[in-house]
């Protein structure tokens, strides 16, 4: 068994975390940590009750050395990247699900704040599993993708080959409240939220950039993103929706067979997809169709899991050689 902790068990990633690794196969759950630390992990997450006991700390990264082969950061942007270069120092794996270390230094200090571990950087792993594989297994550091990119990319990369890239892309998005984290805010109040959809800063949200670099890097080619995402009255699940334009004509289920046929967490539907069915699961549901030269791609998966917890575990199975889909939940929370 590997010996992993959890930075960041507090909140709702952390929670899958430690869920998934409780019955894991390989992996053993020996540290868990939050920005205060001081508590039980049942305490935090009452739905744990009877099922584990362990003590929450502070987060060290001596002890973390101590007690784990690799370690989930679980954080806010600008609070992973200190603790991990000192993990990295002492020789621990690092899968981290914040944005630190998801792009590349110009774009990330554009719109966030600046880096703190460029040492590092140039060595992370973006943690889109079907696309980094085989990087993923050798690498120390993963970057985990966030959610919008991960249901975005995974929808629009096959097609990108046949796209008109003096178009733009139009991204239109929704998220369940989850994906809000845990602190409460004004937006994310049941008064706010129920009964209610709205965009959220709409075509100036930071994963569009973030789109648009890893369309760049893994296809070669520049395209304009236009990413709009909207809050809507569920707990989870997100269902992207991604408008294009093409520069031939295609046969867009032929394509999807083609890029993902062989891939076991990615669905190819011949319906268009809902957020229910993949709500709870590692799976991403894709659907396309065309009009003529317009192009329609849509895809969902759970944002806590697929777009943040689960990615991240698969990608952690990988880098210790073992089966990509062990304790990868596959069973859908319905009805």
């Excluded at 991240?312 to 990988?318: G, I, K, P, T």
Aim: glycine share 8%; net charge negative.
């Amino acid at each position: 068994m590997i010996n992993v902790g959890v930075v960041g068990a507090g909140g709702y990633t952390g929670l899958e975390l430690v869920k998934m690794l409780l019955n894991h196969p390989g992996f053993r759950l020996n540290y868990l940590a939050t920005s205060t630390g001081d508590a039980m992990i049942e305490e935090l997450h009452p739905a744990l009750l009877d099922l584990i006991t362990f003590g929450v700390e502070e987060a060290d990264a001596e002890t973390i050395a101590q007690r784990c082969e690799l370690v989930f950061l679980a954080l806010p942007h600008k609070a992973s990247m200190g603790l991990a270069r000192e993990l990295i120092e002492r020789g621990v794996k690092i899968v981290d699900l914040s944005a630190d270390y998801r792009l590349e230094r110009e774009t990330y200090e554009a719109h966030y704040c600046p880096h703190e571990d460029a040492e590092h950087l140039g060595e992370a792993v973006y943690g889109l599993i079907e696309y980094y594989r085989e990087e993923i297994k050798i690498a120390r550091l993963v970057a985990g993708p966030g959610c919008y990119p991960t249901a975005t990319l995974l929808g629009i990369l096959p097609f990108v080959p046949y796209l008109d890239t003096s178009a733009p892309l139009f991204v239109d998005a929704k998220s369940g409240v989850s994906g809000a984290g845990k602190k409460l805010t004004e937006t994310s109040h049941f008064v706010t939220i129920n009964d209610n959809i709205f965009a959220y800063n709409p075509l100036r949200h930071r994963h569009a950039p973030e789109i648009a670099e890893k369309i760049a890097k893994i296809r070669g080619v520049g395209v304009e993103v236009n990413f709009v995402p909207h809050l809507i009255p569920a707990t989870r699940g997100e269902l992207v929706s991604v408008y294009a334009t093409l520069k031939e004509e295609i046969d867009p289920p032929e394509i999807l067979e083609k890029a993902y046929g062989t891939e076991r967490f990615i669905r190819l539907r011949e319906k268009p997809v809902d957020i229910k069915s993949t709500a709870g699961t590692h799976f991403c549901d894709i659907y396309a169709q065309r009009n003529g030269r317009g192009l329609f791609v849509s895809s969902a998966i759970d944002n806590l899991l697929r777009g943040a917890a689960s990615q991240a575990l698969a990608a952690a199975n990988l880098m210790t050689g073992q089966d990509e889909g062990a304790g990868l939940p596959v069973i859908a929370y319905v009805p």
